[in-house]
């Protein structure tokens, strides 16, 4: 179901574990980036609660109005102006969603890659309704995409005005609005003085401290159904998963996965599902979008280019690669298979 920025709601507020206990653990649902975003407290009192909750539900409708890469708001309003030649001023969080993902295009040597707007939509990507259906787009016109080579290293950025020769590039940030996004909630927290708190968007999430004195623990989707495996972590860290799973095309036997090669301009499927943990959402975002891209031969390399010590992935056989770190947090389900790999 398509939905629309009105329907970006606060469901539930305010959970008490006991109602003599002031600083208790409270929690809020908020509807954004078309995923449902949790968000746990933990020994709070209500009235800070109830305000950081007030802040990140303006924030979380403010950043789905403003980044969204296909409903009118301030992106794609830069879109336009860029694809009609313009230059144009745009909002201080675009540009450093821009600065970011110039960073991450350069360290995952053009894998991850946010300026091929135009291919994601000529994909029929830029829907909130999957999958989708019928025949991918022609050849050529995939060909001229991506000979025109749109690039977030071709925007030139001074002050709060972007400019770029190329109008080929379209900016859609969605390998990387979400963990931006959480990044900015918990900063809202943090300045709240909450030590413990979870900020989990349908399984990408940040934590921060503990959960009441415990690990928090998430569990990693297996893309063959079920659950491949449990990461348990305590501190302030991001834990991003990007699949080949749930958004695609279908066009009979055939499934056109959402994640493009920016260097191909057709859907990647050699890794069915790719965990990172980073110290910021923005980071492991970017870096597991990036490893899908890379795919079973290079996403550890990638993984080092990108500074990312802590990553596992699962091939198309359903087989768990993690690096050395990750299996300081990952353990698989029972009977799984698992290949540890150096990493770092
Ligand atoms: P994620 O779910 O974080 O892996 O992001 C996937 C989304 O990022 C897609 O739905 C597209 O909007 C966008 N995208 C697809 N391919 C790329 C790519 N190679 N680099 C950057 N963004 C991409
Ligand atoms: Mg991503």
């Not at 992106?75 to 969603?97: D, F, K, M, Y």
């Not at 300026?115 to 309704?129: K, M, N, P, Q, Y």
Request: with cysteine; glycine share 10%; proline share 4%.
């Amino acid at each position: 179901m398509a939905r629309n920025h009105a329907s970006v709601l606060l469901l539930v507020v305010a959970l008490a574990a006991s109602a003599c206990d002031r600083n208790s653990e409270h929690r809020a649902e908020f509807f954004v980036f078309g995923t449902l975003v949790e968000v746990r407290l933990v020994e709070t009192d209500p009235r800070t609660a109830a305000r950081v909750f007030g802040q990140l539900q303006q924030a979380f409708q403010r950043m789905h109005q403003e980044w969204h890469a296909w409903e009118p708001g301030a992106l794609v309003r830069l879109n336009q102006a860029l694809q009609a030649g313009h230059s144009a001023a745009t909002t201080p969080e675009i540009i450093q969603l821009i600065r970011h993902a110039q960073l991450f295009e350069r360290t995952s040597g053009g894998r991850f890659n946010p300026a091929i707007g135009r291919l994601v939509g000529l994909w029929g990507f830029h829907t909130s309704d999957f999958p989708i259906h019928g025949s991918p787009p022609h050849r050529d016109e995939i060909r001229l995409l991506v000979r025109s080579e749109p690039s977030t290293l071709d925007l030139r950025i001074e002050g709060d005005r972007v400019f770029t020769a190329n109008p080929d590039v379209q900016l859609d940030f969605g390998g990387i609005a979400k963990g931006f996004a959480v990044d900015l909630a918990v900063g809202f927290i943090r300045e709240a003085g909450i030590d413990s708190a979870i900020v989990n968007a349908g399984g990408d999430l940040r934590t921060l401290g503990s959960n009441h004195g415990k690990n928090w623990r998430i569990g990693v989707q297996d893309p063959s159904g079920g659950v491949a495996g449990g990461i348990s972590v305590q501190g302030d860290l991001a834990v991003f998963t990007s699949g080949n799973y749930a958004r695609f095309r279908q066009d009979n036997q055939e499934r056109y996965p959402h994640i493009l090669d920016p260097r191909t301009g057709w859907p990647v499927d050699s890794l069915t599902s790719v965990t990172v943990i980073a110290n910021d959402g923005v980071t492991a975002d970017a870096a597991a979008t990036a490893l899908v891209v890379a795919g079973v031969e290079e996403w550890q390399s990638v993984a080092n280019e990108m500074g990312i010590d802590a990553a596992m992935v699962i091939d198309e056989a359903g087989v768990i690669h993690a690096t050395a770190s990750m299996l300081v947090f990952f353990s698989p389900s029972a009977g799984r298979e698992i290949i540890e790999v150096n990493g770092q």
